[in-house]
T-cell receptor, first 116, second 113 residues
Framework: GAGVSQTPSNKVTEKGKYVELRCDPISGHTALYWYRQSLGQGPEFLIYFQGTGAADDSGLPNDRFFAVRPEGSVSTLKIQRTERGDSAVYLC??????????????FGPGTRLTVL | AQSVAQPEDQVNVAEGNPLTVKCTYSVSGNPYLFWYVQYPNRGLQFLLKYITGDNLVKGSYGFEAEFNKSQTSFHLKKPSALVSDSALYFCAVRDMRGNDMRFGAGTRLTVKP
């Protein structure tokens, strides 16, 4: 497709469960970003991939959160032992050049995660 | 670390009137500044950005923003608001060396007919 896609659009899980959120960036974009948006807030940076490697994971809140991008395209954000405080919209973005370039980040529609 | 402030949670304007959504920033060095719009149940859509050069930046849907270095501001403007402009607007900043973009808390714009 032409834009960033994310699946699922909604995910409801129970406290303590494991979840995976998927992001498919714009074709040819080398940089991929994950953000988390809580209700009433702006997006908060989680992690940035340049190619296959996590170039900056300084925004991950704790070691329950992990992300991969094994082939430099699709990325999966993984959350272990989910907690109610993890409930938020998880946004993915991609850009053509690296994060330090002036390239625009284009966002997907997000995955709304609800932890009961 | 860089940061952004959007001092107004809500802005209300009448259709046809000019609108301004305010943003101030803090960053070491030269900033990269962005405006995004978010419609209900949709992702953020890019409107415009300031990198360097002319302080007045023109973007999508008739929006523009003015970079003011002395006031560290990057206010979003439109000469004549439409009802369809009603949405949540986010300002964001990144410094030249950093990887992460910092967003403000957002301003909800309501344009009334």
């Amino acid at each position: 497709g032409a834009g960033v896609s994310q699946t699922p659009s909604n995910k409801v899980t129970e406290k303590g469960k494991y979840v995976e959120l998927r992001c498919d960036p714009i074709s040819g974009h080398t940089a991929l970003y994950w953000y988390r948006q809580s209700l009433g807030q702006g997006p908060e940076f989680l992690i940035y991939f340049q190619g296959t490697g996590a170039a900056d994971d300084s925004g991950l809140p704790n070691d329950r959160f992990f992300a991969v991008r094994p082939e430099g395209s699709v990325s999966t954000l993984k959350i272990q032992r989910t907690e109610r405080g993890d409930s938020a919209v998880y946004l993915c973005a991609s850009s053509q050049g690296p994060a330090t370039s002036t390239d625009t980040q284009y966002f997907g529609p997000g995955t709304r995660l609800t932890v009961l | 670390a860089q940061s952004v402030a959007q001092p107004e949670d809500q802005v209300n304007v009448a259709e046809g009137n000019p609108l301004t959504v305010k943003c101030t920033y803090s960053v070491s060095g030269n900033p990269y500044l962005f405006w995004y719009v978010q419609y209900p149940n949709r992702g953020l859509q890019f409107l415009l950005k300031y990198i360097t050069g002319d302080n007045l930046v023109k973007g999508s849907y008739g929006f523009e923003a003015e970079f003011n270095k002395s006031q560290t501001s990057f206010h979003l403007k439109k000469p004549s608001a439409l009802v369809s402009d009603s949405a949540l607007y986010f300002c964001a900043v990144r410094d030249m060396r950093g990887n992460d973009m910092r967003f403000g808390a957002g301003t909800r714009l309501t344009v009334k007919p």
